[in-house]
């Protein structure tokens, strides 16, 4: 197989390189790649600040995100617990795709554009059915910027209606600290997407002879949060309403997301896929660790709060007796901490 590349460079540091993927451009042999880049050439306009060398090129395809079959037609990849830094290049968060008779859906795309591309050849190496639809689980960005590769393809942008903007408030931040984390080359060609279309509560996703259903969370992990299930496996894709081993993160809402999580354990589903840790589990039963973490870090709190203490005192002894139970406890806790203490505060 054969895919289409183009060398894209930094417009500051020429020098810093990366071949990048142009989806849709895939052959059996070289010439029918390029036949189809004669046809209908990649328009490169959407790509600000990078600097194209040569024309695009038909190379062999290049290597897939690794994936497992979690459940028939149901593929999910397992990014690092870890933060992103140099070595990960960002590949800190799960997502996965689902194949029906007549299309794929995604759920999320990760930190990079080349996490992107990397899931896009996975997908390709299972199907050539059309990419119809990506489901963005939150606002987060180790979840949304690989995606712009299939927005290329033609795949639908599905997402929170408080999506756009959380993206349009975050993006420039976003970009910045994951350059900074990350190391330039990994971001070569990393943007948001273009266009999001707002998820309806209880929208389904029609694959062929496979449904996805589509749900929207009042504010929880964040204000932003969506699930997906494939009705035909029972396997939920809970983005970071569930994590395992990687700490739960809060942004969004202490007792809001304890709500969620009670009522998300009603959905009828089998296994689920959460955005870190895993890559899949039992379901209701993946989501104890979760919530008795929060409610630790609820009932620590209003302890905290009640004897008087300020924040600055609170906040290192808050749900201290999780520490041993988590990874990366002490690089998200204190910031949990800080984000129930306001919340609770001025209940």
């Not at 849709?24 to 600097?51: H, I, K, M, N, W």
């Not at 194209?52 to 690794?66: D, H």
């Not at 910045?176 to 997407?193: C, D, F, K």
Request: hydrophobic content about 40%; proline content about 6%; glycine content about 8%.
């Amino acid at each position: 197989m054969f895919e289409a590349i183009i060398l894209a460079c930094l417009n500051q540091a020429e020098d810093v390189c990366r071949a990048q993927l142009l989806p849709g451009y895939e052959a059996e042999v070289s010439e029918d790649c390029q036949a189809r880049l004669q046809e209908a050439p990649p328009d490169l306009t959407r790509f600000d600040g990078l600097v194209f060398k040569g024309a695009p090129t038909c190379e062999p395809i290049g290597a897939p995100l690794s994936v497992e079959e979690v459940a028939p037609g149901v593929f999910v990849h397992l990014g690092a617990v870890a933060e992103p830094d140099t070595t990960n290049k960002g590949d800190v968060s799960n997502m996965g795709f689902v194949i029906g008779t007549s299309s794929v859906a995604v759920f999320d795309a990760g930190t990079t554009r080349w996490i992107g591309e990397g899931l896009w050849r996975a997908i390709r190496a299972e199907t050539d059915l059309p990419v119809t639809h990506v489901i963005l689980s939150h606002m987060h960005p180790d979840h949304i910027f690989g995606a712009g590769v299939f927005e290329e393809a033609g795949a639908r942008m599905l997402g929170h209606a408080h999506l756009p903007r959380a993206i349009s408030d975050r993006q420039i931040n976003y970009l910045e600290s994951l350059t900074r984390l990350t190391g330039a080359h990994s971001m070569i060609g990393t943007q948001a997407v273009t266009a999001l279309n707002p998820v309806t509560d209880g929208q389904i996703i029609d694959l062929g002879q496979r449904q996805i259903t589509l749900r929207v969370w009042p504010t929880s992990h964040t204000g932003t949060d969506i699930t997906a299930l494939d009705e035909e496996t029972g396997t939920l894709f809970a983005g970071d309403l569930v994590f395992d081993a990687h700490l739960p993160t809060l942004d969004g809402n202490l007792l809001g997301w304890q709500r969620v999580l009670t009522d998300l354990a009603d959905i009828p589903a089998e296994r689920v896929i959460p955005g870190h840790g895993g890559p899949v589990l039992p379901w209701p039963d993946a989501a104890a660790p979760v919530l008795r973490y929060l409610k630790v870090l609820e009932d620590d709190t209003r302890a905290a709060l009640d004897e008087g203490q300020r924040l600055s005192e609170a906040v290192p002894n808050i749900a201290s007796s999780e520490a041993d139970k988590w990874e990366l406890f002490d690089v998200h806790n204190p910031r949990n901490a800080t984000v129930a203490f306001t919340e609770l505060e001025w209940e």
